[in-house]
C-alpha cells in the first residue's frame, strides 16, 4: 500500500485537494497521513472513520517515511524542507503546488490532459518531483490544447482578468469586505425615494480613496476596480505573472522550439475564476469550424461556446464555471488583421484545474505507474 503524507491541506488548494480526493474516492487504498506546521499532534481529518494525529511537518525523519508527499504549504515551506529532505537521501515522490521547484530541470509540470506523455517519461527517467504550474498558464493550455496538439499556434498574447482567489484566501476575504464597505458607503443614496446614480458613484468613489476601505491584503481597492499589476517586476517590462506564460507553458509541453506567450496579467474583482482574452497567430489559414473542432476534442472538460450573445453570457462566465472543472472557449473568430489571426475567450476555476486538480490526477498517475 502507497503510504502518502498530506501538508497544507487545509489551506484554499489543499481544501479543494481534499474535497476533490474524497469525491473520487482517491483515499481508497492508500496510507494516508497527515502533516502540520503549527499543530502537530492534534487530530488529522477523518478517513474511514478513523482520525490520525497529525504529524510534525518540519520532522525530516518522520517525512522520509512516506513513498509519496504532496504539499500545498506554499513555497517557503518547500524551499526550507525539500532541500533537507532530499539531503537526507529521502528519494521519494514530492508532487508540490508551490512555484519553488517549477523551473528546476529534474522538475516535471504537471498537466496531464495537455502532457500526459511528458509526465509518463518523466517516472519511465525516474524522475521524482512533479509540480502544478502556474494557474493561467495551466488554464490557458487547457482551453487550447486542441491548437498546440495540431501545430498551429505560432504565438498567443493572452490578456488575463484573474480572481481574487489567485492571491490567497485572505485576499477573497478582504474583496468581500471591500464590496460590503462600498455598499455601506453607497446605502443613504441607494436607498432614496429618489435614486439618482451620480451619488451612488459619489459615494462609492469617496470610499474607494478613503482609508475606510480594507485594503490590507491587496494594498489597494479591487472591489469597482481592478489592478493592473499582479507579482513582481522582472527584466523587459513584464510582471514575472506575466513571464511564466511563456516559460511555463512551453516547459509543460516540452516544446522543442518554444512557443512565444506574452501579454498582460490584471487582477479583477471575480472570487476564484481566471478569464483570459486570447489573440492567436496561427500557423496557417484553418476555418473556424476546424479551429472549434480541435478545441472541442482535446479532451473531456473543453467546451465551445457559440459565439452569440445569450450562450456567451450564460455559460462564458466566473459565476457559470465556479467550483466546475469546465473550461469553455467562446468568442471563436478571425481577426481584421488577417486570416491566420484568431481571438477567443476562455474561464477556468482557478483552484481546479488552476491549483488541485493537476496534483491529484498526478497522484493517481503515480499510483498506476507503480501498481499500488
Known amino acids: 500500500m502507497l503510504k502518502v503524507g498530506f501538508i497544507g491541506w487545509r489551506g484554499m488548494v489543499g481544501s479543494v485537494l481534499m474535497a476533490r480526493m474524497r469525491a473520487e474516492n482517491d483515499f481508497e487504498g492508500l496510507d494516508s497521513e497527515f502533516f502540520s506546521t503549527s499543530n502537530p499532534g492534534a487530530d488529522g481529518p477523518e478517513l474511514g472513520g478513523a482520525r490520525r494525529p497529525l504529524l510534525d511537518a518540519h520532522d525530516i525523519n518522520t517525512l522520509r517515511r512516506f513513498d509519496v508527499l504532496l504539499s500545498c504549504q506554499g513555497g517557503a515551506y518547500t524551499k526550507d524542507v525539500f532541500p533537507r529532505l532530499r539531503s537526507a537521501g529521502w528519494g521519494g515522490l514530492w508532487i508540490d503546488a508551490a512555484s519553488a521547484l517549477r523551473m528546476n530541470d529534474d522538475a516535471v509540470l504537471v498537466l496531464d490532459p495537455v502532457n500526459r506523455p511528458v509526465i509518463e517519461a518523466g517516472l519511465a527517467q525516474g524522475l521524482n518531483t512533479y509540480c502544478g504550474a502556474n494557474c493561467t498558464t495551466s488554464l490557458m493550455l487547457m482551453a487550447l490544447a486542441g491548437l498546440y496538439r495540431a501545430g498551429l499556434v505560432e504565438w498567443i498574447s493572452t490578456m488575463t482578468y484573474q480572481a481574487a482567489s489567485g492571491a490567497g484566501a485572505r485576499n477573497m476575504v478582504e474583496l468581500v469586505r471591500q464590496m460590503s464597505s462600498l455598499a455601506d458607503a453607497a446605502s443613504e443614496p441607494l436607498n432614496a425615494p429618489a435614486t439618482d446614480a451620480m451619488e451612488i458613484d459619489r459615494a462609492v468613489t469617496e470610499r474607494l480613496r478613503s482609508p475606510d476601505l480594507p485594503t490590507n491584503e491587496f494594498g489597494h481597492p479591487l472591489a469597482a476596480s481592478l489592478l493592473p499589476w499582479i507579482d513582481r517586476a522582472v527584466d523587459g517590462g513584464q ?46 489559414d484553418v476555418p473556424v469550424s476546424d479551429v472549434e473542432g480541435l478545441i472541442a476534442e482535446a479532451h473531456p472538460w473543453t467546451k465551445v461556446i457559440d459565439n452569440r450573445q445569450q450562450p456567451s453570457l450564460t455559460h462564458l462566465t466566473p459565476a457559470a464555471v465556479t467550483g466546475t472543472l469546465d473550461v469553455p472557449v467562446g468568442r471563436i473568430r478571425k481577426m481584421k488583421m488577417g486570416p491566420e489571426y484568431l481571438t477567443a475567450f476562455s474561464v477556468g476555476d482557478q483552484l481546479l484545474w488552476g491549483a488541485a486538480e493537476p496534483l491529484r490526477r498526478m497522484l493517481t498517475i503515480y499510483r498506476e505507474h507503480v501498481g499500488r
Open 239 to 284: 510582471t514575472r505573472e506575466e513571464w511564466k506564460g511563456f516559460v511555463e507553458s512551453n516547459k509543460i509541453l516540452a516544446t522543442e522550439h518554444p512557443i512565444p506567450v506574452d501579454g498582460q496579467c490584471v487582477r479583477v474583482g471575480a472570487m476564484r475564476c481566471h478569464s483570459q482574452a486570447f489573440t492567436i497567430k496561427l500557423t496557417r
